[in-house]
């Protein structure tokens, strides 16, 4: 059984996972991080998203083994302890969550959309936001979280630097 060493949310972690062991069964089950959810199983619905190396991708059709040495970052990752991620707080904010089932991914997804447009249009976010399936609601309040919470990226990151 081969053995996978990664770093998850910035700490280092390692464990035995069969070879065809997904990503999100590693981080669920083994983790026990449950905040990234599986919906479809097949890489279509979008609530497995996480970032490796800081990209976003679907993790219920990622081997486990492909992500050694990787830095993951989960749902789970993104506050900074008790203070909400700028984008997470955006979807508070603007109510761009219903039943929440697809929150997690669709907030990992608009994080790294921030990072490479910190002003994305509606058009633009809802084009990123294609691989990402809401069931409860139409799009419109998570489109503005995610155009507030790229804004709020943006000013945190100015003030920053």
């Known amino acids: 059984m081969p053995k996978v060493s990664l770093t998850v949310n910035g700490r280092a972690v390692s464990a035995d996972v069969e070879g065809r062991t997904l990503l999100v069964q590693l981080l669920r089950e083994k983790l026990g991080l449950t905040g990234t959810h599986v919906g479809c199983d097949t890489s279509q619905c979008g609530a497995c ?47 761009g969550l219903q039943c929440g089932f697809c929150t997690p991914g669709m907030v990992m997804s608009a994080v ?5 447009n910190s002003n994305p249009s509606e058009h633009e976010v809802r084009e990123w936001l294609e691989g990402n399936i809401c069931r409860c609601t139409g799009y ?22």
């Open 49 to 95: 998203v996480v970032h490796i190396d800081g990209k976003s991708v679907k993790s219920c059709t990622y081997l486990a083994v492909a992500a050694e040495g990787a830095n993951v970052t989960t749902i789970e990752g993104l506050a900074n302890g008790n203070e909400l991620h700028p984008m997470q707080a955006a979807f508070k904010e603007h109510h």
């Open 112 to 116: 790294d959309l921030a990072k490479r």
């Open 140 to 161: 419109h309040n998570i489109v503005k979280a995610v155009q507030a919470g790229a804004k709020a990226m943006a000013g945190a990151k100015a003030a920053a630097d």
